[in-house]
């Protein structure tokens, strides 16, 4: 399993919230919005994808449509959106 956690530092959360559902992530794999409890405007997507959905998210991703969203998400944030990838690990 895959993990895809992308931070954002938002001026605003409703505003941000709107483009968001209008722009949902990928039908591939599950989705979810965390958001912070001692800050409303820090917030994760995190999509957890199989190995082999890995490449089609990342394609979703770098798509132009996806781009000018990000583009925009960036402008009413406080510092650009961070993308980090992250596998699960088995103890033992």
Do not use: C, Y
């Not at 979703?60 to 925009?72: G, H, I, L, T």
Request: cysteine-free; aromatic content about 10%; proline content about 7%.
């Amino acid at each position: 399993m895959a993990v895809l956690v992308i931070d954002h530092h938002l001026k605003d959360f409703d505003s941000w919230f709107e483009v968001f559902s209008a722009n949902p992530p990928p039908n591939i794999g599950r989705w979810r919005v965390a958001r912070g409890i001692d800050d409303p405007n820090r917030v994760h997507v995190v999509g957890e994808v199989g190995a082999s959905e890995v490449a089609d998210v990342k394609s979703f991703m770098a798509s132009e449509a996806m781009q000018k969203v990000f583009a925009q998400v960036n402008e009413a944030s406080t510092s650009p959106l961070e993308f980090t990838w992250l596998e699960d690990v088995t103890p033992g």
